[in-house]
């Protein structure tokens, strides 16, 4: 199948489950519509904008950083038995893969109609009644929809040493690959956690008979896989590219992460900070056949760019500057792939400014307060599990084309926003500087 078809196939089944979650009653929004009409009035409302509703997502694994401003009560919102809430998702119109127990529109991002009522579509139900009206003419052809998502990841422990599948293995389970990026913000990290270091791919020497013997004994004693790897201290204000294929143990670090529209992965690692982690999670997105097979496992590896001795200089990514002024900075902290970009938008105290860029794009509030467009803007200070913010929205690609007025209207602290755009953003730095 194309990648268009793959990504057709799976928009359909995650229509399907919604709409069985909603006929048994395993779904329930609060007022919500599918209405035409209520999501073409939204954004005229708001002149090509939306403003989206927090979408938390627990995680059965790891523990909670506690950065992602979500109230101190609330972080087993899901129930004790769903893990900590670890990550917050953007812009997404795809569902975690959480297993049997997890809601059915789980890391699904909502548009909120009006700060005064309960009443919410999905994003996803938005782009398909808009089309390229909301996320333009390149990316409906393309990819029938908005084709990535981001996250914040926030874990108080390093995560295992795993990889993302590739586009050609993941087919074959009937999805799509999942390459990844990395930005730090200095904003959202006060403390780093346990580990400020991030391990990618293997040590040049190593063979691959090493890894299979480390990843045999998964079930029966600790891989201790990371001896092979490589690790990089974590540098705030900067970033990194994880193509899909490239196994990674990332740092217990608050982690921005713009990544194509996928939540699949092959965990090579059983012990991380005395958590010991099941067999399964090695070869849960193989075919029936193909569960337990060594060589099978380690192919989904792109051993070439796993041992590549100058991984840093081919995948680090220190921000670009894209324009800078007494008024504004504009950064490039996600580019130099095929796939995703992101944007580090800076203020300063008291300017205002209309930004233009090329085409459609979330974005999420970090710092600061003010206007954006013809809503509140603001990083907010705590946030409790259900309640509205007006720190993320969606820009449709008319709307971005044209400008977005953006002021700040504090005296002395900078207004800041991180920006994540699809494969059809303008101007991306398409080589690192």
Request: glycine share 8%; net charge negative.
């Amino acid at each position: 199948m194309t990648e268009k078809e793959l990504i057709i196939k799976a928009g359909k089944e995650t229509d399907e489950i919604l709409a069985r979650a909603k006929e048994t009653g395993n779904l329930v929004v609060t007022d919500a519509v599918d209405d035409e009409k209520v999501i073409r009035e939204t954004l005229e409302k708001g002149e090509g904008i939306f403003r989206l509703f927090p979408a938390f997502v627990p995680r059965r694994f790891g523990k909670a950083g506690r950065r992602l401003k979500l109230h101190p009560d609330d972080y087993f919102a899901f129930g004790m038995a769903r893990g900590s809430i670890t990550e917050r998702w953007f812009s997404s119109t795809i569902t975690a893969q959480n297993g049997a127990l997890a809601k059915a529109d789980e890391g699904l991002s909502y548009v909120c109609a009006d700060y005064n009522s309960d009443v919410k579509f999905s994003l996803r139900d938005a782009v398909k009644v808009l089309g390229e009206e909301l996320v333009g003419k390149e990316l409906m052809e393309k990819y029938n929809g908005w084709p990535m998502y981001s996250k914040f990841f926030d874990n108080e422990n390093p995560l295992f040493h795993h990889l993302h599948l590739t586009f050609e293995a993941a087919e074959r389970v009937g999805k799509l690959g999942k390459p990844e990026c990395y930005y730090f913000p200095k904003q959202l990290n006060n403390y780093f956690g346990e580990s400020g270091y991030t391990y990618f791919g293997f040590d040049p020497d190593t063979k691959p008979e090493e890894v299979k013997e480390r990843i045999r004994a998964f079930s029966d004693d600790d891989t201790r896989i990371t001896e092979l790897s490589r690790a990089y201290r974590i540098q705030l204000g900067t970033g990194w590219y994880t193509p899909a294929g490239v196994i990674h143990a990332p740092a217990s670090v608050l982690t921005y992460e713009p990544q194509w529209n996928s939540d699949v992965n092959s965990v090579y690692e059983n012990i991380v900070s005395g958590e010991v982690y099941p067999p399964e999670m090695l070869d849960e997105e193989c075919l029936e056949d193909h569960r337990g097979d060594i060589d099978y496992i380690f192919s989904l590896l792109d051993w070439e760019k796993n041992v590549d001795p100058h991984y840093k200089k081919h995948y680090f990514r220190p921000p670009v500057a894209e324009t800078e002024n007494e008024r504004y900075t504009q950064k490039w902290i996600t580019y130099a792939n095929p796939y995703i970009a992101a944007k580090e938008l800076t203020v300063n105290p008291g300017q205002s400014v209309t930004i233009r860029d090329g085409a459609a794009y979330g974005c999420v509030f970090i710092q600061g307060h003010g206007r954006f467009g013809v809503y509140d803007g603001e990083s907010p200070t705590l946030l409790h599990f259900g309640q509205q913010s007006s720190d993320e929205f969606f820009v449709s690609e008319k709307r971005a084309v044209e400008g977005v007025r953006i002021t700040n209207t504090s005296k002395v602290e900078p207004l800041v926003m991180l920006k994540h755009f699809g494969p059809d953003c303008p101007g991306v730095p398409r080589e690192v500087c």
